[in-house]
C-alpha cells in the first residue's frame, strides 16, 4: 500500500475521480475543492494536499487539504490505508487544524491522529447530508431570487461573518477574499431573496461532474419565520438544476431542527449523517 502524492488538482482528479465518483454524493466536498484547484489554482496561497492511497494500482481513498483549512476524506472501506494517509498527512502538516469526512472512517482518521500525535480531537458539529433532484417550490412567500452581484459586496461580507461567528463561534480569515471568489469563480454564485430589500441568501459551490454542493444559507434573525430560506434555496437548486447539474446536496447542523425540516419541504432528501467535523487540541 502506498501514498501517492499530486501536485495539481487536475493530477489528483485524473487518478482519483474514478473513485471519488463512486460514491459522488458523499465525496462532493473534496471532488468540488479538486475542480476548483484544477480551474483556479492561483486562488489558493499555499501548496495544496493532494493524495491518494493505493494498492496494486487500485486508489483505496483520496483527502483534499488547502490549508489552513481542515482535510477533507474521501469515502473509504479500509482502516488501513487511513492510518497511511495520517501518518503522511502528520508529515505534510502536523499543525493540521482538524479533518471532514463521513462516519465511521472520519472516527479512523482522528483516532490514529492522536495516536500518532498525542493532539486529541473533538466533534465540532454532527452534520447531515441531503440530496435534491426536483425541487418543490414554496409557495406564498413575498419576494423574488436575484444573483448577487458587486455591488452587494459589503452586505454579503456583513451576513457572512454573522453566518461564521453563529454557526461556528468562530470568524474565518479573509471573509472579503471569501466573498470576492463567489464573483471571480465560474463554479460559486450567490442567489439573494428580496421583498422590499434583501432578506436572505444562498450561496453554492464545489461543483462535481453531476451536481453543485449549496452552502452557506443565512437569513439575519430579524427576518426569519418568513420563509425566506426556503424560497432562495428553492430557487438556487432550480437553477442549478436548469444549468444541467443531476443534483444539488447540502450540509446541516443535526442540532438545528429549522434547517432539516425546511431544506425537506424543499426536495431535500437526507442521505445520512456523513459529515463530522474535528478540531485538534493539545492533550
Not at 490549508?67 to 476524506?73: A, D, G, I, Y
Not at 465511521?104 to 495516536?115: D, G
Not at 455591488?151 to 471573509?175: H, K, P, Y
Not at 444562498?202 to 454542493?213: D, I, L, S, V
Request: aromatic share 10%; glycine share 8%; with cysteine.
Amino acid at each position: 500500500m502506498d501514498v501517492m502524492r499530486w501536485a495539481t488538482g487536475g493530477d489528483f482528479l485524473r487518478r482519483a475521480e474514478a473513485f471519488l465518483m463512486t460514491h459522488e454524493v458523499v465525496n462532493c466536498v473534496p471532488l468540488g475543492i479538486a475542480n476548483q484547484l484544477r480551474l483556479y489554482p492561483k486562488h489558493f496561497k499555499r501548496p495544496p494536499y493532494l493524495a491518494t492511497i493505493e494498492h496494486d494500482r487500485e486508489v483505496l481513498a483520496a483527502a483534499v487539504m488547502t490549508p489552513p483549512n481542515h482535510l477533507l476524506l474521501s469515502f473509504t472501506e479500509s482502516q488501513a490505508a487511513l492510518n497511511l494517509l495520517a501518518a503522511d498527512v502528520a508529515n505534510f502538516d502536523p499543525a493540521t487544524a482538524g479533518v471532514s469526512g463521513a462516519a465511521p472512517y472520519i472516527q479512523w482518521f482522528a483516532e490514529q491522529w492522536q495516536s500518532l500525535t498525542g493532539v486529541t480531537f473533538q466533534r465540532i458539529m454532527p452534520e447531515r447530508l441531503y440530496q435534491l433532484t426536483q425541487v418543490k417550490q414554496p409557495a406564498g412567500i413575498p419576494g423574488a431570487a436575484r444573483r448577487a452581484s458587486g455591488s452587494d459586496r459589503e452586505l454579503l461580507i456583513e451576513w457572512m461573518t454573522a453566518f461564521d461567528l453563529e454557526a461556528f463561534g468562530t470568524l474565518s480569515a479573509n471573509v472579503g477574499e471569501r466573498v470576492d471568489t463567489y464573483f471571480e469563480m465560474s463554479t460559486r454564485g450567490i442567489f439573494l431573496w428580496e421583498d422590499g430589500a434583501p432578506v436572505s441568501l444562498a450561496a453554492f459551490g464545489c461543483f462535481t461532474p453531476h451536481g453543485a454542493r449549496i452552502g452557506p444559507v443565512y437569513t439575519p434573525p430579524d427576518k426569519r419565520g418568513h420563509g425566506y430560506a426556503s424560497a432562495v434555496t428553492a430557487q438556487l437548486s432550480q437553477h442549478l438544476l436548469d444549468s444541467g447539474r443531476d443534483f444539488c446536496c447540502l450540509f446541516t447542523d443535526l442540532a438545528n431542527p429549522t434547517s432539516n425540516h425546511i431544506y425537506q419541504t424543499i426536495g431535500y432528501v437526507p442521505v445520512g449523517d456523513v459529515e463530522y467535523r474535528f478540531t485538534s487540541s493539545s492533550a
